[in-house]
């Protein structure tokens, strides 16, 4: 569970407490419901992290809403991505293992993350891993709901494949860019968990993929 399950459940308790006492029980049911709900949605699952060669892992769980080839100041590139709604998981994961080389905090609007037009203009946090022989990016992209976007790492940092980076504050998006010659494994309405779906291959991997099924259980780094 993530630690701000607690910041924003034990005031709620508190207030259920107090609202009992001094009232009647039947006050302490909404904050109570309002606890629970928050200790649900800040959960922090285990996963299973694919170690098959050159594989991408889902940086967030959540709903495939776009797999397009885009241009971008680097090229053509594919970007794939991912719809959380409030009932998933929103800690992020790091989809390659490698080294963090950039990250650019962009301020900008709240727009409905499921819009085309929220992957570059919403307020979002945008991170270059490289690793593998390649760069991966991946973008934690605000939503309508989401206002408060958390990375835990810094330019530098090594990081293994699937390990937690970092979290979205409720509804949001979370978009990867990919070199163009990276095989998709995933297409449009899918639904992925984050650091157990694997999206895409790496073409070095192309020469391995008869170790592709094999998963080790590890957990990822915090």
């Known amino acids: 569970m993530v630690r701000d399950a607690y910041y924003y459940s034990v005031p709620l308790i508190a207030a259920a407490v ?20 928050l200790l649900w949605f800040f959960r922090d699952p285990e996963r299973t992290i694919s170690d098959a060669p050159g594989a991408i892992v889902s940086p967030a769980d959540g709903k495939i809403t776009d797999v397009a080839l885009v241009s971008t100041s ?18 992020n994961r790091s989809p390659i293992a ?14 409905n993350a499921m819009g085309a037009a929220s992957a570059e ?4 946090n945008i991170v ?20 408060r ?20 504050k409720f509804g949001s998006r979370t978009d990867v860019l990919l070199d163009p010659t990276a095989r998709l494994n995933v297409k449009v309405g899918e639904r992925v968990k984050g650091g157990a779906s694997i999206l895409a291959f790496l073409p070095a991997a192309d020469r391995e993929l008869v170790g592709a099924g094999r998963v080790v259980e590890r957990e990822g780094g915090r």
């Open 18 to 37: 107090l609202l009992g006492w001094l009232t009647s029980p039947a006050w302490a049911i909404i904050p109570l419901v309002l606890a629970a709900f």
């Open 74 to 91: 680097g090229g053509e590139r594919y970007r794939i991505s991912i719809f959380l709604n409030v009932f998933d998981v929103h800690v």
């Open 98 to 111: 490698g080294t963090i080389r950039k990250i650019r905090y962009q301020r900008g609007e709240f727009l």
């Open 121 to 124: 203009q919403n307020e979002q």
């Open 128 to 147: 270059d891993v490289e690793g593998e022989g390649h760069s991966v990016t991946f973008k934690q992209i605000a939503g309508l709901i989401a206002r």
């Open 149 to 168: 976007i958390v990375f835990d790492k810094k330019v530098g940092d090594a990081v293994t494949r699937g390990e937690r980076v970092g979290m979205i």
